[in-house]
């Protein structure tokens, strides 16, 4: 999923974060209050079809999130296996929607405004003391910045292996993966000191 809004998101594009993420939410609701095949696969169209008029890149990235896509086969054949095909036609309806619509969202969302949008829902919490708002906004923006660091890492390692004519095997390529991890980490944690955001909340805590 790739996670900032560039040239052309149309109208999505423009919404204020906190729009999309309601409607998330609200949709999210509304595809877990049903068990109708009938319901969801309508529903299931018209989010891809608007998708696709509306930000065709979004579909793209969800298409290219191999580890998503694989994650929801497998919860759908374990439930065709424990429970029904039924079961499962629904449980692959719902989650290739909901995730659809989330990548639709992150692309269509600038990570400051992801962040700044997410602190600021999370104030409440803050008031009763369950955690720094900005923190959480931090945590969750960094979180999913980093899903498509990874894939996009991936992707590269295995370009090179391609290009060599290398077989993808655990071992060469766990060890670039978490060096490379680890190396934009670094990088973040070095632009996040840079801003004075670490600083800035030693200062308020004392």
């Given at each position: 999923?790739k996670?900032?809004?560039?040239?052309?998101?149309?109208?999505?594009?423009?919404?204020?974060?906190?729009?999309?993420?309601?409607?998330?939410?609200?949709?999210?609701?509304?595809?877990f209050?049903?068990t109708?095949?009938s319901?969801?696969?309508?529903?299931?169209s018209?989010v891809l079809?608007?998708?696709?008029?509306?930000c065709p890149s979004a579909v793209w990235?969800w298409?290219r999130?191999?580890?998503?896509?694989?994650?929801?086969?497998?919860?759908?054949g374990?439930?065709a296996y424990a429970?029904?095909?039924?079961?499962?036609l629904?449980?692959f309806?719902?989650l290739?929607?909901?995730t659809l619509?989330?990548?639709?969202?992150t692309?269509t969302?600038r990570i400051?405004?992801?962040?700044?949008?997410?602190?600021?829902?999370a104030?409440?919490?803050?008031r009763?003391?369950?955690g720094?708002?900005?923190?959480?906004g931090l945590?969750?923006?960094?979180a999913?910045r980093?899903?498509?660091?990874?894939?996009?890492?991936y992707?590269?390692?295995a370009?090179?292996?391609?290009a060599?004519?290398?077989?993808?095997r655990?071992?060469?390529?766990?060890?670039?993966?978490?060096?490379?991890?680890?190396q934009?980490a670094?990088?973040?944690?070095?632009?996040?000191?840079?801003r004075?955001?670490?600083?800035?909340?030693t200062?308020?805590?004392?």
């Amino acid at each position: 999923m790739k996670f900032d809004a560039e040239n052309d998101t149309g109208a999505l594009g423009k919404l204020p974060p906190a729009v999309k993420l309601l409607a998330l939410f609200v949709l999210s609701i509304l595809l877990f209050a049903t068990t109708s095949p009938s319901v969801l696969i309508p529903a299931a169209s018209l989010v891809l079809i608007g998708s696709l008029l509306l930000c065709p890149s979004a579909v793209w990235q969800w298409l290219r999130s191999w580890v998503l896509l694989f994650t929801i086969a497998v919860v759908v054949g374990w439930t065709a296996y424990a429970q029904s095909l039924d079961a499962a036609l629904v449980t692959f309806t719902r989650l290739t929607t909901l995730t659809l619509l989330a990548t639709l969202v992150t692309t269509t969302t600038r990570i400051a405004e992801f962040i700044d949008t997410i602190t600021t829902l999370a104030r409440p919490l803050e008031r009763i003391g369950i955690g720094n708002a900005r923190d959480i906004g931090l945590a969750i923006g960094l979180a999913i910045r980093f899903i498509p660091e990874v894939q996009a890492r991936y992707q590269s390692i295995a370009d090179a292996h391609r290009a060599r004519g290398l077989k993808m095997r655990l071992s060469t390529v766990i060890g670039p993966m978490v060096i490379g991890t680890l190396q934009n980490a670094e990088e973040i944690a070095n632009a996040i000191d840079a801003r004075g955001i670490r600083a800035t909340k030693t200062h308020d805590q004392t």
